[in-house]
């Protein structure tokens, strides 16, 4: 018999050295209670290393923003905060967390739409404002008069082949901004242009990239100094350890929604898929997880890329040509395998269909992000013992007295069938997973958050909120041995 369809995740050698410490999962769940999210600082610290390898060999100035809005983990900021870099906040509620891990005004970006209130709490601190629209800009110039100059950069948005985005002022409009940027030059200190992508294509990036180096002429002409060219985040994560047999499981889905093999959706989900009398067609919800393209190789392709509008200079050569720092704000790439969440087994029982269904404790959307199916396999602990296992096709169902709480609506193939008390591991949740769509409305409380550091050969957890990098040691990910 050939194995069964799976989606295989990616670990980090740290936290397989965690999950693979006999008892070491079981003890945090005893300690802390399940479910429980864990958080790996040292990961975002290696993640972090990376991006600036890629950044070291290609640019002269740039500056790393963590867009905080990932994770809410105040563990993750710290290490952020420790390792120098800046951040970007989209609240009031993560600028307070920022200032409170101990960013300085001079590294913080606020992104994001933001409103009145938010403005005024704003001008005058020195935090660099991301500022989204035209009315913002005229509220900042009309608030800051009189009292203070702000640090501002124009978020621009609307490049040629990109999807329409609700962000940002759209390129025919800049000129208007830049209008205003000279009027009010006492009050607007004016850094430069920023845009975010939330898309894998490299092309778009570079379009983008050169619309901004056009309109820093035009900011030129009107007498303004520019310095920054902000790039935003949107650097893609990678989430299976292993493309075929992903693409193999997709294959097997496809066809199983049209009615062959075996079933491998739960209640007529399509995830996306169109099917009609001809097949089965479109893009999947989730196609994200099948990326293979980490963070780095998209920022160094970006780097290197040639710009036809500049003699085929690559983006590296022509920003530093122009005197621009490059800033970034990734979330994701930084908190990439930094996090996973362990609930408990509960119970196992079947439909009625003859699916077997697997009880944990939490609900999809503690480890879903919204309208999503996380495509890769958890892990149930402990392992198989050996004989008299069988692999088991199953569905992970939620605690939420609803139908549609359903962790996985994709069957997932385990080793063996779980048991009451046993632990499942929901692989690399710290990017959105966590947060994003966590719901209280059940009125069950939100998962502790608990930081998992490696020292010494062993693994000491605390609660989030209270670790601290300690020194540079941190950043040592023993056993590597490259990427992951
Ligand atoms: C969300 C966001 C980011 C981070 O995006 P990732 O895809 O997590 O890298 C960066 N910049 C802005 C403006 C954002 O809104």
Redesign the pocket.
Known sequence: MSAPPALPAMWHPLVRGFLDTPGAAQRVVHRYGSPAHLLFPQVFADNLHRLRQVLDGQLRRYRICY?H??NRSRALLRTGEHAGIAV?A?SPQELAAAVGAGFTADRIEV??PKGEAFLRQLVGTGVTI?VDNLWELHRIADLARGHTRVPVLLRVSGFPAAAVSRFGIPLAEAGAALAVLAEQRDWLAFRGFAF?L?SGELGERVAAVQECLALVEQAYARDLSPSVLDI????RQVFTADAARFDGYVAALRESLRGRGEPMAWGGNTFGFHLDDTGVRGTPVFHKYANTVPATGMLADLLSAPLDAHGGRTVAQVVAENLLDVWL?????LVDHAGITVARVEFVKRAADGSVLVHVDLSRDTVTPADQEVMVDPLVLPGPAGSGDEPVGVFFAGRLCLERDLITNHKVWLPRCPRSGDLVVFPNTA?YHMDLSAASASMHPLPPKLAVLHRDGGYRVCRDLEYEPVTDADRAVPGTGGRL
């Open positions: 867009a809005k990932a970007d989209a992104t994001g991301n975010h939330d935003g985040g949107g650097f704000e990734p979330g994701k790439a990017a």
